[in-house]
């Protein structure tokens, strides 16, 4: 079984702040984990992918991730934000095998001038 | 061409109409799917076709009807829907679930409102 909680429905920054997003995972198998971006009235967008390999994973946009095995955890980052990152942002796990990608319930980015 | 384009992009319809919200993918995939993404609500997947043939339902009422006549197109077929149906329909696709890293690509949604 897998699952994912991503901590913050609702997380604020200043523009040229650090971007922190929160994902922790539950997985029986090694997971496969994502991060999408949906801007308003759009569909989803992947950021990055960890599938195997390095643990940091760069993104598009200057986001990036990092697989921490040991705390479960792949945390989106991004040293400074624009006002164009405002938006939501999912992270999913999936696995080698998986069905179905299972994702949080998403996280709202503001950025505020 | 984008990789999955969905039509409409809106539809208001009535609780007796009937309609149906396209799905097209140009990506090569043998996976597709319909997710229900509702305010404040996490996405929902609806259902999951592999090469065709539908391998996942997750429970959802019959007045939404899946249609998938090849790998490359969706349908989902709407009558008498309910208020609380409204929401935005997302379409996606992969390669075959379990052989792949599950990655999935999205189409931009169709908002549906019901009256």
């Known amino acids: 079984a897998q699952s994912v909680t991503q901590l913050g429905s609702h997380v604020s920054v200043s523009e040229g702040a650090l971007v922190l997003l929160r994902c922790n995972y539950s997985s029986s198998v090694p997971p496969y984990l994502f991060w999408y971006v949906q801007y308003p009235n759009q569909g989803l967008q992947l950021l990055l992918k960890?599938?195997?390999?390095?643990?940091l994973v760069k993104g598009i946009n200057g986001f990036e991730a990092e697989f921490k095995k040991s705390e479960t955890s792949f945390h989106l980052t991004k040293p400074s934000a624009h006002m164009s990152d405002a938006a939501e942002y999912f992270c999913a796990v999936g696995g080698r095998g998986a069905q179905k990608l299972v994702f949080g319930q998403g996280t709202r980015l503001t950025i505020n001038p | 061409e984008t990789g999955v384009t969905q039509t409409p992009r809106h539809l208001v319809m009535g609780m007796t109409n009937k309609k149906s919200l396209k799905c097209e993918q140009h990506?090569?995939?043998?996976?597709m799917y319909w997710y229900k993404q509702s305010a404040k609500k996490p996405l929902e997947l609806m259902f999951v076709?592999?090469?065709?043939?539908?391998?996942e339902n997750n429970s959802v009422p019959s007045r939404f009807s899946p249609e998938c006549p090849n790998s490359s197109h969706l349908f989902l077929h709407l009558h008498t829907l309910q208020p609380e149906d409204s929401a935005l329909y997302l379409c996606?696709?992969?390669?075959?679930?379990?052989?792949?890293?599950?990655?999935?690509?999205f189409g931009e949604g169709s908002r549906l409102t019901v009256l």
């Open positions: 960890y599938t195997t390999g390095a643990t």
């Open positions: 076709y592999n090469f065709k043939e539908q391998t």
């Open positions: 996606a696709s992969s390669q075959p679930t379990g052989l792949n890293t599950g990655e999935l690509f």
């Open positions: 990506l090569g995939h043998n996976a």
